[in-house]
């Protein structure tokens, strides 16, 4: 059972994501009350089951003899892949797909201890009831017919996971962006407070000391700061708002596909997003 080749291994991998996805969306699907197509891809596959599928056969096939070292090893290796993969997407796209920050025993909300568990008891469902008719059924089909699936089902994996990283990617370059005009919009809030307090110390020590003149020519030329600072701030707000609407634009099937997907920068508000999305699209 344990001797595989490398085309069956990629078909166990196809069939493992194809199936993830079928039980992933439909769970979620009932959760949401509306369809839901999950993952990181447009097509009827997650490759995070398929991986995780292949992984966990891959260590604990070789004990399984022993249930209690299917159940240590699968528990493990699922853990690390889980997190592997989520820190991951959260360096290079600055998004969090899932998040088990609400868990109790979790670790920088990748992983956590009821997850862990589960694995566990999922890598003995799959190598004692799962696996067994997946490699029959596999096995069962002509060797010409699977060659032909594997070919046409990696042709259009391999373009579905090229345009999703584009699109990731243009995310992630309007995520970063938003970051630097919020760093922006901060700055010009901080220098009219400056601007502000410095004026009052000014008028203050002017009116004791009786400089009319004086005051009257600081009060215009901080009239004149602050007309300037408030008209940059309106523009980055501006762009801050034409900003917001194109990363809902961008980001619609990530959020509605995922709802526990969060931005990790300090745009970080996908719920209300999420809803704005909602809101339009039952309109």
Request: aromatic fraction near 14%; charge should be positive; charged fraction near 25%.
């Amino acid at each position: 059972m344990y001797s595989y080749h490398f085309r069956e291994w990629l078909s166990f991998f196809y069939f493992y994501c194809i199936f993830g996805w079928c039980f992933e969306s439909t769970y979620v699907s009932f959760k949401e009350r509306h369809l839901t197509n999950r993952g990181f891809l447009k097509g009827p596959w997650l490759p995070l089951y398929g991986s995780g599928a292949i992984l966990v056969l891959w260590l604990t096939l070789p004990f399984q003899e022993t249930p209690v070292l299917v159940y240590v090893v699968g528990a493990l290796g699922a853990t690390v892949l889980e997190y592997v993969t989520g820190e991951t997407m959260v360096r290079l796209f600055r998004v969090r797909y899932w998040d088990y920050s609400s868990q109790k025993l979790q670790y920088r909300g990748h992983i956590c201890l009821s997850s862990t568990i589960a694995w566990g008891f999922l890598s003995l469902l799959m190598v004692y009831v799962v696996h067994k008719p997946v490699e029959q059924f596999i096995f069962w089909m002509h060797e010409e017919a699977v060659a032909v699936l594997t070919f046409g089902i990696t042709v259009c994996m391999v373009h579905d996971f090229s345009s999703a990283f584009r699109e990731a990617m243009d995310l992630r370059a309007m995520l970063i962006q938003a970051e630097q005009l919020c760093a922006e919009l901060e700055q010009r809030a901080a220098e009219k407070k400056r601007l502000l307090e410095a004026a009052a110390v000014f008028a203050k020590a002017a009116v004791e000391e009786r400089l009319e003149e004086r005051r009257e020519r600081a009060e215009r030329s901080k009239e004149q700061l602050l007309l300037k600072l408030e008209a940059e701030i309106c523009q980055l707000q501006d762009r801050q708002e034409q900003l917001k609407e194109r990363v809902e634009e961008k980001a619609a099937r990530l959020l509605l596909g995922n709802p526990g997907s969060r931005f990790m920068t300090a745009l970080d508000n996908a719920g209300e997003i999420r809803e704005r999305i909602q809101k339009r699209r039952k309109k």
